[in-house]
């Protein structure tokens, strides 16, 4: 892909670190209200990541990929590959605070996402049960402007979903 440097051969940090850096260049792109080339981006990602890719930097491109869906079964899908890439991490990484810490911050997002996505889909029993897994892994999420996002999504789709704001 053009517009990008190689990371040196054998250097998995740097190859790493340039992953990471095209995702976030991606993840402005959507930001900035691009959806159609952010799609096409992350998709290009995703087959270059391909199925056996590093966990965390597929989580982190089906989770925002699923952002970037028109159908909500597709959305769904998206959301399901990104939280099954971040139980690999969790599993794999268990060992590595760091990741392993990046990939607990992700669940409170990923299962809200799943509990949006299974409501948009008629299925009322896995959105309720995918926003409580939301809710308890709030608990992992700092005191700062995106756990604070995050804590009040949940409590719009709480709202939305039982009329009460807290789940049954």
Same mark, same amino acid.
């Given at each position: 892909m053009r517009g990008h440097q190689e990371a040196p051969m054998?250097? &998995?940090?740097?190859?790493?670190?340039?992953m990471t850096g095209r995702i976030g260049q991606v993840v402005m792109l959507l930001h900035a209200g691009d959806r159609e080339e952010a799609r096409n981006r992350f998709?290009? #990602?995703w087959a270059e990541l391909g199925e056996q890719g590093d &966990? #965390? $930097?597929?989580?982190?491109v089906?989770? %925002?990929?699923a952002d970037t869906q028109d159908d &909500?079964?597709?959305?769904?899908?998206?959301?399901l590959r990104a939280l099954r890439a971040a139980d690999t991490v969790a599993?794999?990484?268990a060992g590595d605070e760091r990741r392993?810490?990046?990939?607990?911050?992700? %669940? &409170?997002?990923? $299962?809200?996402?799943?509990?949006?996505?299974y409501a948009r889909v008629g299925e009322d029993r896995l959105a309720r049960s995918h926003l409580g897994l939301a809710r308890k892994a709030c608990g992992d999420l700092a005191q700062?402007? %995106?756990g604070d996002g995050v804590r009040a999504a949940v409590g719009r789709l709480e709202l939305r979903l039982t009329g009460s704001g807290q789940l049954p």
């Amino acid at each position: 892909m053009r517009g990008h440097q190689e990371a040196p051969m054998g250097d &998995p940090a740097a190859a790493d670190d340039a992953m990471t850096g095209r995702i976030g260049q991606v993840v402005m792109l959507l930001h900035a209200g691009d959806r159609e080339e952010a799609r096409n981006r992350f998709t290009a #990602l995703w087959a270059e990541l391909g199925e056996q890719g590093d &966990p #965390l $930097h597929r989580c982190t491109v089906a989770h %925002y990929l699923a952002d970037t869906q028109d159908d &909500p079964e597709d959305e769904l899908s998206w959301d399901l590959r990104a939280l099954r890439a971040a139980d690999t991490v969790a599993a794999e990484r268990a060992g590595d605070e760091r990741r392993a810490g990046q990939v607990r911050g992700f %669940y &409170p997002s990923l $299962h809200l996402n799943l509990a949006a996505a299974y409501a948009r889909v008629g299925e009322d029993r896995l959105a309720r049960s995918h926003l409580g897994l939301a809710r308890k892994a709030c608990g992992d999420l700092a005191q700062d402007a %995106y756990g604070d996002g995050v804590r009040a999504a949940v409590g719009r789709l709480e709202l939305r979903l039982t009329g009460s704001g807290q789940l049954p």
